[in-house]
């Protein structure tokens, strides 16, 4: 039987789960790594033997030779696929479509989607949510709205049918946003456009339909049942950070999607008797993109980041803090903890981390806090009247945090600051990463 490994980010995104999975690839000999959430937003930085790609529907195990499936709880986007197989391609990966496995039943992500995200979202003007422009919460608004009509992958294979879904959904979204569209915003007449030109916007969508259709394999849910029944280790790759969760996260700058280990466990579940290992990623300070609370920000950290972590269009400014305790048992309790911890970008810390400023509880309004509550909801939710009243508990939550005050101090040496991490988070952390190759990474 065979053994499956978990991997999600503890934070709020960017914390190096794709440079993880591929070091636990590499470590545990896999041959494939299966997405579990997210869509085509996610960017994971894998550097290795002078190659460096953003990983957004491939695996990040691609490097190491493994394949990849896209589970049904991944939102598809063959448009964005095409171009990041393209840039494998260029950079030696002979033939990236063969690598990657379809569940007919992930969701797809198209441009109707992408043009409504944007148009909202530049409604919003300054009380912006928090975007990647690419669409993902509006394919899931209109799954839950509209369950009969749901664009899937297997609809790459009968463009008849790829066709007539995407008719209802531009006319549904039209419907939808036109109190909101404004003709006098240029930027948003050109989103406009992709939802009123249904036909021209079909015409850049089908080729990209049919190429994933000829080249990539679209299977149901017993192809990973097989696979797991091998005598073999099969990675699984998350998306985003704990900290969006769309349940867990703080409303409304969340993301559209189940950023716990839940869907990954759903998936594991079908097959009895796999041997699964949880592994939570982590850096030694934080960061996140966009709007939304941050109690230990910090303008002025001397952190370097490189150029694929800045300010963008949708996602706003790249924000950076100290390492905080409080959010992190806050991620460990919302996902039911994990089996190890990893650490990363021990190479960007000033000085060699020899003084790492840290905050391990925060300070109210009258009393300190080193845990946050967990407003539990039924794992069965469905959008309604319960689901309204616990996103409104997180919204409330997260104005709560901006009343908190991070209590730091100075942890000296590195090895000081992870045995602390370990005991504070009562987890080991057992994978620690010096840099972005896989030889850069010590598991202890």
């Not at 990041?84 to 496995?101: C, M």
């Not at 939570?280 to 609370?293: D, E, Q, S």
Request: net charge negative; glycine share 10%; aromatic share 8%.
């Amino acid at each position: 039987m065979g053994k499956a490994v978990l991997v999600a980010g503890l934070g709020f995104g960017d914390e190096g789960k794709g440079s993880i999975t591929d070091f636990i690839v590499r470590q545990t000999g896999s041959t494939l790594v299966c997405r579990y959430n997210g869509g085509a937003q996610a960017s994971h930085a894998v550097v290795e033997d002078g190659r460096d790609h953003r990983f957004s529907q491939f695996g990040s195990g691609t490097f190491a030779g493994a394949r990849t499936f896209l589970s049904r709880f991944m939102l598809f986007n063959p448009i964005a696929l095409v171009p990041e197989a393209r840039h494998l391609i260029e950079i030696g990966v002979p033939d990236p479509y063969k690598l990657l496995t379809i569940e007919e039943g992930a969701m797809l992500t198209t441009p109707f989607h992408v043009a409504a995200n944007r148009i909202r979202e530049m409604a919003r003007d300054r009380r912006h949510h928090g975007s990647c422009g690419m669409g993902i919460g509006e394919t899931v608004a209109y799954a839950w709205a509209h369950r009969d009509a749901i664009p899937f992958a297997q609809d790459l294979k009968e463009p008849a049918k790829l066709h007539e879904k995407c008719a209802l959904l531009a006319q549904r979204l039209k419907t939808e946003l036109a109190s909101l569209y404004d003709p006098t915003r240029p930027e948003m007449q050109g989103e406009w456009d992709v939802l009123d030109d249904f036909e021209g916007t079909m015409s850049i969508l089908q080729p990209y339909a049919e190429r994933v259709a000829k080249h990539v394999a679209i299977v149901g849910p017993e192809w990973l049942d097989d696979e797991l029944m091998k005598d073999q280790t099969v990675v699984f790759e998350g998306a985003q950070g704990v900290l969006l969760d769309e349940n867990y996260g703080f409303h409304p700058h969340t993301t559209w999607s189940t950023t716990t280990y839940e869907w990954a466990e759903r998936l594991v579940r079908r097959v009895k008797g796999v041997e699964t290992k949880r592994v939570g990623v982590l850096r030694p300070y934080m960061t996140r993109h966009g709007a939304g609370p941050f109690v230990t920000e910090d303008p002025s950290i001397p952190v370097p980041e490189g150029e694929h972590n800045t300010a963008g269009r949708w996602q706003e400014s790249f924000r950076m803090g100290h390492f905080d305790a409080v959010m992190a048992r806050y991620a460990l309790d919302v996902c039911g903890g994990v089996d190890e911890l990893a650490l990363t970008c021990i190479d960007h810390l000033p000085n060699g981390g020899s003084g790492i400023k840290a905050a391990w509880e925060y300070f109210g309004p009258d009393s300190r806090h080193s845990r946050l509550p967990v407003n539990e909801l039924d794992p069965g939710w469905m959008p309604g009247p319960e689901l309204d009243e616990h996103l409104a508990k997180q919204e409330k939550l997260g104005k709560q945090l901006k009343a908190m005050k991070p209590v730091f101090d100075e942890t000296s040496g590195l090895h000081a600051f992870i045995d602390r991490v370990s005991a504070e988070l009562k987890t080991p952390v057992k994978i620690l990463s010096y840099g972005p190759t896989a030889s850069l990474k010590v598991a202890k």
